[in-house]
């Protein structure tokens, strides 16, 4: 067993104490997974966005995202297209990034993030020497796995409404607005100032059926971040750059994280990716 084996083996024996659930703690050593920081918070609207947060720039969002992961926390991307990029202090290879992902008898809860990476290579400090690179996952030969695939979302002209959107297939609905969940004045993010913007990205088929009113959410193969796959153990998933959908990198320095999937639970609002540690491996 190599080094970043038994790091992973040890994070993992400290946690089976602990879950992750939406707004639980995470009881794991506090040295081992903050290498890195959140230099950008951009969800797409939902439930939890806005809500136990007053963040009016994107500097604040940062903030607050970043408080989140210390405090062991999650933090929601909200739906398709919503993401957050970290910054590792140090060029890594390897790292493996924590959900709230879970599979019952009852129903599970899998919201898939797709995961992109990016060298540093002007050491600048900014993920600007692009393009991202995509991590493979089970899904990204599907031939329903839709490729530069864009969203735009339109914020409500009152409060407690749902968000509006369109695609770049000719398709429109709307991120639910689920008060008896989430009462907060809006899911459009505070800080997006204009009246609509658009994210873009692969967007995955779901994985979720209804039966009796229940809401179950598959889980994919592998490959991806929230999400109970062949690789993942207590909600840690393990990445690396030899699965890269194209040339793989040496090591990177930028890691991001979004929402894969576009699509609506009925009551429960959309499927959303969370994020709750990133931890270094090699």
């Not at 599979?103 to 400090?125: A, F, K, L």
């Not at 459009?188 to 979720?208: K, N, Q, V």
Request: proline share 6%; hydrophobic share 35%.
């Amino acid at each position: 067993m190599n080094r970043h084996s038994l790091i992973f083996s040890a994070i993992l024996v400290a946690s089976l104490f602990s879950g992750c659930n939406k707004d639980s703690l995470i009881e794991e050593p506090d040295d081992v997974y903050r290498h890195f920081s959140v230099i950008e918070y951009t969800p797409a609207p939902g439930q939890f966005i806005n809500e136990n947060m007053d963040c009016k720039t994107p500097a604040e969002a940062c903030k607050w995202a970043q408080a989140r992961l210390d405090a062991k926390k999650h933090v929601s991307l909200g739906a398709f297209g919503g993401y957050i990029i970290v910054r590792s202090r140090h060029s890594i290879t390897e790292f493996a990034i924590k959900g709230n992902s879970f599979v019952q008898p009852s129903g599970g809860s899998n919201e898939p993030g797709i995961v992109y990476v990016m060298t540093d290579r002007n050491r600048n400090g900014k993920p600007d020497d692009g393009p991202w690179v995509e991590l493979r996952g089970s899904d990204s030969d599907n031939p329903a796995t839709i490729r530069n695939y864009e969203i735009t979302y339109f914020r409500p002209d009152e409060p407690k409404q749902p968000v509006r959107w369109t695609d770049n297939l000719g398709n429109s609905g709307q991120v639910n607005y689920v008060e008896a969940f989430h009462a907060q004045d809006s899911y459009y993010p505070a800080w997006i100032t204009t009246a609509s913007y658009t994210l873009s990205g692969t967007c995955l088929p779901p994985h979720s059926n209804e039966e009796n009113g229940r809401w179950n959410h598959l889980p994919y193969g592998w490959g991806y971040a929230d999400n109970t796959g062949s690789d993942t153990t207590d909600n840690w998933t393990v990445f690396s750059l030899q699965n890269a959908i194209g040339s793989s990198p040496a090591k990177i320095d930028f890691i991001k994280v979004q929402t894969a999937v576009n699509a609506q639970a009925g009551a429960l609002g959309e499927i959303s990716t969370e994020v709750c540690g990133f931890m270094k491996l090699e």
